[in-house]
Protein backbone atom coordinates (compact mmCIF):
# COMPACT_ATOMS: atom_id res chain seq x y z
CA UNK A 1 0.00 0.00 0.00
CA UNK A 2 3.14 2.72 -0.39
CA UNK A 3 0.88 4.42 -2.84
CA UNK A 4 -2.17 5.03 -0.23
CA UNK A 5 -1.56 8.11 1.74
CA UNK A 6 -3.67 9.68 4.16
CA UNK A 7 -4.47 12.20 1.34
CA UNK A 8 -5.94 9.81 -0.37
CA UNK A 9 -8.01 8.26 2.59
CA UNK A 10 -9.97 11.28 2.84
CA UNK A 11 -10.79 11.77 -0.25
CA UNK A 12 -12.00 8.25 -0.10
CA UNK A 13 -13.67 9.04 2.79
CA UNK A 14 -15.39 12.26 1.55
CA UNK A 15 -16.96 10.22 -1.66
CA UNK A 16 -18.10 7.67 0.89
CA UNK A 17 -20.02 10.60 2.61
CA UNK A 18 -21.12 11.97 -1.12
CA UNK A 19 -22.57 8.49 -2.19
CA UNK A 20 -24.82 7.75 0.46
CA UNK A 21 -26.52 8.80 3.33
CA UNK A 22 -27.02 5.35 5.32
CA UNK A 23 -24.72 5.28 8.47
CA UNK A 24 -24.48 1.58 8.21
CA UNK A 25 -22.89 1.75 4.58
CA UNK A 26 -20.90 4.77 5.49
CA UNK A 27 -19.19 2.93 8.39
CA UNK A 28 -19.10 -0.36 6.43
CA UNK A 29 -17.23 1.53 3.44
CA UNK A 30 -14.45 3.80 5.23
CA UNK A 31 -13.61 0.24 7.32
CA UNK A 32 -12.26 -1.16 3.96
CA UNK A 33 -10.67 2.43 3.61
CA UNK A 34 -9.48 2.29 7.22
CA UNK A 35 -7.61 -1.06 6.60
CA UNK A 36 -5.40 0.32 3.92
CA UNK A 37 -4.43 3.26 5.62
CA UNK A 38 -3.35 1.12 8.20
CA UNK A 39 -0.65 -0.40 6.32
CA UNK A 40 0.73 3.29 5.64
CA UNK A 41 4.05 2.91 6.75
CA UNK A 42 5.46 5.56 8.91
CA UNK A 43 1.94 6.73 8.83
CA UNK A 44 2.05 9.09 12.13
CA UNK A 45 5.79 10.10 12.22
CA UNK A 46 5.84 13.29 13.55
CA UNK A 47 2.15 13.88 14.59
CA UNK A 48 1.50 11.72 17.70
CA UNK A 49 4.44 11.74 20.76
CA UNK A 50 3.35 8.12 22.10
CA UNK A 51 3.73 8.06 25.91
CA UNK A 52 5.01 5.23 27.71
CA UNK A 53 2.11 6.26 30.48
CA UNK A 54 -1.41 7.88 30.38
CA UNK A 55 -2.85 8.93 27.01
CA UNK A 56 -1.94 11.32 23.97
CA UNK A 57 -4.18 12.41 21.44
CA UNK A 58 -4.06 13.79 18.18
CA UNK A 59 -6.25 15.24 15.60
CA UNK A 60 -5.30 14.38 11.67
CA UNK A 61 -7.94 15.68 9.73
CA UNK A 62 -11.40 17.84 10.37
CA UNK A 63 -13.34 17.80 7.70
CA UNK A 64 -16.03 20.79 7.55
CA UNK A 65 -18.10 20.04 4.75
CA UNK A 66 -19.03 16.14 4.76
CA UNK A 67 -20.23 14.04 7.59
CA UNK A 68 -23.10 12.08 9.05
CA UNK A 69 -25.72 12.99 10.30
CA UNK A 70 -24.20 16.61 9.79
CA UNK A 71 -21.11 17.96 8.14
CA UNK A 72 -17.69 17.79 9.94
CA UNK A 73 -16.16 14.16 10.26
CA UNK A 74 -13.58 13.93 12.15
CA UNK A 75 -9.95 11.61 11.93
CA UNK A 76 -7.11 11.35 14.58
CA UNK A 77 -5.42 9.15 16.53
CA UNK A 78 -4.66 8.33 20.27
CA UNK A 79 -2.07 5.99 21.98
CA UNK A 80 -2.96 4.96 25.15
CA UNK A 81 -0.14 3.22 27.86
CA UNK A 82 -1.15 -0.32 29.47
CA UNK A 83 -2.28 -0.61 32.86
CA UNK A 84 -3.10 2.16 35.71
CA UNK A 85 -5.92 4.39 35.86
CA UNK A 86 -6.03 5.17 31.97
CA UNK A 87 -5.65 1.62 31.08
CA UNK A 88 -9.32 1.80 29.37
CA UNK A 89 -12.79 3.72 28.60
CA UNK A 90 -15.94 2.99 30.67
CA UNK A 91 -18.52 2.15 28.93
CA UNK A 92 -20.21 4.66 26.33
CA UNK A 93 -22.14 5.46 23.14
CA UNK A 94 -21.40 8.08 20.21
CA UNK A 95 -25.17 9.44 20.39
CA UNK A 96 -26.42 9.76 16.67
CA UNK A 97 -22.69 9.39 15.12
CA UNK A 98 -20.71 6.08 14.08
CA UNK A 99 -17.00 5.75 15.02
CA UNK A 100 -14.44 3.42 13.01
CA UNK A 101 -11.07 2.50 15.24
CA UNK A 102 -8.69 0.90 14.03
CA UNK A 103 -5.51 -0.50 15.50
CA UNK A 104 -2.09 1.53 13.77
CA UNK A 105 0.18 -0.53 17.09
CA UNK A 106 -0.63 -2.76 19.24
CA UNK A 107 -3.87 -4.07 20.66
CA UNK A 108 -7.16 -2.98 21.85
CA UNK A 109 -10.03 -5.15 23.93
CA UNK A 110 -13.20 -3.88 22.88
CA UNK A 111 -16.79 -4.84 24.11
CA UNK A 112 -20.18 -4.13 23.68
CA UNK A 113 -22.97 -3.71 26.28
CA UNK A 114 -26.90 -3.12 25.87
CA UNK A 115 -29.92 -3.33 28.30
CA UNK A 116 -31.47 -6.66 29.42
CA UNK A 117 -35.06 -6.83 30.99
CA UNK A 118 -35.28 -10.34 32.06
CA UNK A 119 -38.39 -11.76 33.95
CA UNK A 120 -40.38 -11.75 35.93
CA UNK A 121 -39.84 -8.03 36.29
CA UNK A 122 -39.45 -6.43 33.03
CA UNK A 123 -38.96 -2.90 34.33
CA UNK A 124 -35.84 -3.48 36.06
CA UNK A 125 -33.25 -3.43 33.18
CA UNK A 126 -30.11 -4.73 33.62
CA UNK A 127 -26.79 -3.48 32.39
CA UNK A 128 -24.67 -6.39 30.40
CA UNK A 129 -22.20 -7.12 28.52
CA UNK A 130 -22.91 -8.11 25.27
CA UNK A 131 -19.66 -9.34 23.74
CA UNK A 132 -15.82 -9.85 23.95
CA UNK A 133 -12.74 -9.51 21.14
CA UNK A 134 -9.10 -7.91 20.88
CA UNK A 135 -8.83 -5.78 18.03
CA UNK A 136 -5.34 -6.88 16.76
CA UNK A 137 -2.67 -4.36 14.92
CA UNK A 138 -4.44 -3.83 11.20
CA UNK A 139 -8.09 -4.80 12.21
CA UNK A 140 -10.87 -2.05 12.04
CA UNK A 141 -14.38 -2.20 13.61
CA UNK A 142 -16.83 0.16 13.84
CA UNK A 143 -19.64 1.12 16.05
CA UNK A 144 -23.36 2.34 14.80
CA UNK A 145 -25.27 5.20 16.47
CA UNK A 146 -26.64 4.10 20.07
CA UNK A 147 -24.00 0.98 20.18
CA UNK A 148 -22.85 1.01 23.55
CA UNK A 149 -18.98 0.14 23.90
CA UNK A 150 -15.78 0.31 25.76
CA UNK A 151 -12.39 -0.02 24.77
CA UNK A 152 -9.01 -0.78 27.19
CA UNK A 153 -5.08 -1.42 25.83
CA UNK A 154 -3.96 -5.12 26.26
CA UNK A 155 -0.80 -4.70 24.15
CA UNK A 156 2.25 -4.90 26.49
CA UNK A 157 2.98 -1.43 25.57
CA UNK A 158 1.07 1.32 24.50
CA UNK A 159 -1.32 1.11 21.63
CA UNK A 160 -2.24 3.45 19.15
CA UNK A 161 -5.55 3.99 17.48
CA UNK A 162 -6.33 5.49 14.25
CA UNK A 163 -10.12 7.29 14.98
CA UNK A 164 -12.93 8.45 12.46
CA UNK A 165 -16.03 10.03 14.04
CA UNK A 166 -18.69 10.44 11.22
CA UNK A 167 -19.37 13.49 12.89
CA UNK A 168 -17.01 15.30 15.51
CA UNK A 169 -18.64 14.33 18.87
CA UNK A 170 -17.53 17.31 20.85
CA UNK A 171 -20.66 18.78 21.87
CA UNK A 172 -22.85 15.93 20.70
CA UNK A 173 -24.97 14.60 23.80
CA UNK A 174 -23.94 11.17 24.83
CA UNK A 175 -24.09 9.10 27.64
CA UNK A 176 -21.17 7.24 30.20
CA UNK A 177 -22.05 4.40 32.04
CA UNK A 178 -21.67 2.80 34.99
CA UNK A 179 -20.80 -0.96 34.46
CA UNK A 180 -21.65 -2.12 37.70
CA UNK A 181 -24.87 -0.56 38.46
CA UNK A 182 -25.81 0.53 35.04
CA UNK A 183 -26.29 4.39 35.56
CA UNK A 184 -26.27 6.52 32.61
CA UNK A 185 -24.93 9.85 32.85
CA UNK A 186 -24.63 12.40 29.28
CA UNK A 187 -21.53 13.78 28.47
CA UNK A 188 -21.24 15.88 25.35
Known amino acids: MSDY ?6 EDVRKVFAETDDAK ?15 VPNLLDGKLDVPETGTATASLYQDE ?17 KGGATAGVSPHDHGASWVVY ?37 EVAFFLPGVIHAQKNVFDGPSVVVRLEGQKLTGVIRHRYNAETGAATLYG
Open 25 to 39: AQAQAVCGHMTKLLQ
Open 102 to 138: GVYKGAIQQSTWRWGFHEPDRTVPHFEQAAEWVQNQG
Open 5 to 10: SMETFI
Open 65 to 81: DYGHPAPGFWLMCNAQA
